[in-house]
Nanobody, 130 residues
Framework: QVQLVESGGDSVQAGGSLRLSCAAS????????MAWFRQAPGKEREGVAFILSGGSSSTYYADSVKGRFTISQDNAKNTLYLQMNSLKPEDTAMYYC??????????????????????WGQGTQVTVSS
Protein backbone atom coordinates (compact mmCIF):
# COMPACT_ATOMS: atom_id res chain seq x y z
CA GLN A 1 0.00 0.00 0.00
CA VAL A 2 1.44 3.35 -1.10
CA GLN A 3 1.63 5.95 1.67
CA LEU A 4 2.23 9.66 1.26
CA VAL A 5 2.97 11.78 4.32
CA GLU A 6 3.25 15.56 4.05
CA SER A 7 5.04 17.88 6.44
CA GLY A 8 6.33 21.43 6.56
CA GLY A 9 3.12 23.43 6.72
CA ASP A 10 3.19 26.50 8.94
CA SER A 11 1.94 30.05 9.43
CA VAL A 12 4.05 32.72 7.74
CA GLN A 13 3.77 36.35 6.76
CA ALA A 14 3.24 37.47 3.20
CA GLY A 15 6.48 37.46 1.25
CA GLY A 16 7.87 34.59 3.26
CA SER A 17 8.91 31.10 2.19
CA LEU A 18 8.11 27.53 3.16
CA ARG A 19 9.22 24.13 1.95
CA LEU A 20 6.76 21.28 2.05
CA SER A 21 7.88 17.66 2.02
CA CYS A 22 6.06 14.49 1.04
CA ALA A 23 7.60 11.20 2.10
CA ALA A 24 6.48 8.36 -0.16
CA SER A 25 6.45 4.75 1.01
CA UNK A 26 6.25 1.79 -1.36
CA UNK A 27 6.20 4.13 -4.37
CA UNK A 28 9.12 3.36 -6.65
CA UNK A 29 7.60 4.10 -10.05
CA UNK A 30 9.24 6.18 -12.74
CA UNK A 31 7.48 8.40 -15.27
CA UNK A 32 4.33 8.58 -13.18
CA UNK A 33 2.58 11.75 -12.11
CA MET A 34 3.31 13.28 -8.75
CA ALA A 35 1.78 16.57 -7.72
CA TRP A 36 0.94 19.11 -5.10
CA PHE A 37 -2.69 20.16 -4.77
CA ARG A 38 -4.23 22.69 -2.45
CA GLN A 39 -7.68 23.38 -1.13
CA ALA A 40 -8.79 26.60 0.52
CA PRO A 41 -12.00 26.73 2.62
CA GLY A 42 -15.05 26.81 0.39
CA LYS A 43 -13.03 26.22 -2.77
CA GLU A 44 -12.33 23.25 -4.98
CA ARG A 45 -9.06 21.38 -4.73
CA GLU A 46 -6.64 22.66 -7.36
CA GLY A 47 -3.38 21.29 -8.68
CA VAL A 48 -0.49 23.72 -8.39
CA ALA A 49 2.67 21.80 -9.31
CA PHE A 50 3.37 18.57 -11.16
CA ILE A 51 6.41 16.40 -11.85
CA LEU A 52 7.21 13.01 -13.37
CA SER A 53 8.49 10.55 -10.77
CA GLY A 54 11.85 8.80 -10.92
CA GLY A 55 14.19 11.74 -11.18
CA SER A 56 12.70 13.58 -14.11
CA SER A 57 13.21 17.32 -14.31
CA SER A 58 9.97 17.77 -16.25
CA THR A 59 7.65 20.04 -14.29
CA TYR A 60 4.42 21.90 -14.81
CA TYR A 61 2.84 24.68 -12.79
CA ALA A 62 -0.48 26.36 -12.42
CA ASP A 63 -0.38 30.00 -13.52
CA SER A 64 -1.18 31.12 -9.98
CA VAL A 65 2.15 29.82 -8.64
CA LYS A 66 4.43 29.93 -11.67
CA GLY A 67 7.71 31.68 -10.85
CA ARG A 68 7.11 31.41 -7.09
CA PHE A 69 6.79 27.67 -6.39
CA THR A 70 9.23 24.91 -7.33
CA ILE A 71 8.46 21.20 -7.26
CA SER A 72 11.36 18.77 -6.94
CA GLN A 73 12.14 15.24 -5.82
CA ASP A 74 14.92 13.35 -4.09
CA ASN A 75 14.90 9.77 -5.33
CA ALA A 76 17.36 8.58 -2.69
CA LYS A 77 14.99 9.76 0.03
CA ASN A 78 11.83 8.95 -1.92
CA THR A 79 10.60 12.43 -1.08
CA LEU A 80 8.73 15.09 -3.03
CA TYR A 81 9.19 18.77 -2.21
CA LEU A 82 7.41 22.04 -2.84
CA GLN A 83 9.49 25.15 -2.31
CA MET A 84 7.15 28.12 -1.94
CA ASN A 85 8.57 31.64 -2.17
CA SER A 86 6.95 35.08 -2.18
CA LEU A 87 3.93 33.67 -0.43
CA LYS A 88 0.65 35.56 -0.62
CA PRO A 89 -2.44 35.43 1.61
CA GLU A 90 -4.28 33.73 -1.26
CA ASP A 91 -1.85 30.81 -0.99
CA THR A 92 -3.48 29.93 2.33
CA ALA A 93 -4.83 26.38 2.01
CA MET A 94 -4.42 22.76 2.97
CA TYR A 95 -1.71 21.34 0.74
CA TYR A 96 -1.85 17.73 -0.40
CA CYS A 97 0.70 15.47 -2.03
CA UNK A 98 -0.69 13.17 -4.70
CA UNK A 99 0.66 10.39 -6.91
CA UNK A 100 -0.55 7.96 -9.53
CA UNK A 101 0.59 4.55 -10.85
CA UNK A 102 -0.06 4.99 -14.58
CA UNK A 103 2.89 5.70 -16.86
CA UNK A 104 2.75 8.92 -18.85
CA UNK A 105 5.04 10.43 -21.44
CA UNK A 106 4.40 14.12 -20.85
CA UNK A 107 4.19 15.99 -17.55
CA UNK A 108 1.33 18.09 -18.91
CA UNK A 109 -0.81 14.94 -18.66
CA UNK A 110 -0.46 15.22 -14.91
CA UNK A 111 -2.48 18.42 -14.78
CA UNK A 112 -5.74 16.63 -15.65
CA UNK A 113 -7.14 17.17 -12.20
CA UNK A 114 -7.53 15.42 -8.89
CA UNK A 115 -9.52 12.52 -10.35
CA UNK A 116 -6.36 11.36 -12.15
CA UNK A 117 -4.61 10.59 -8.85
CA UNK A 118 -5.01 7.40 -6.86
CA UNK A 119 -2.76 8.11 -3.89
CA TRP A 120 -3.13 11.04 -1.50
CA GLY A 121 -1.53 12.28 1.67
CA GLN A 122 -3.42 13.64 4.65
CA GLY A 123 -2.48 17.27 3.97
CA THR A 124 -0.47 19.98 5.67
CA GLN A 125 -1.82 23.45 6.46
CA VAL A 126 -0.22 26.59 5.07
CA THR A 127 -1.46 29.94 6.38
CA VAL A 128 -0.15 33.22 4.99
CA SER A 129 -1.01 36.42 6.83
CA SER A 130 -0.84 39.92 5.37
Amino acid sequence: QVQLVESGGDSVQAGGSLRLSCAASRYTYSNRCMAWFRQAPGKEREGVAFILSGGSSSTYYADSVKGRFTISQDNAKNTLYLQMNSLKPEDTAMYYCAADYRAVSMVSTCSRGQSWYNYWGQGTQVTVSS
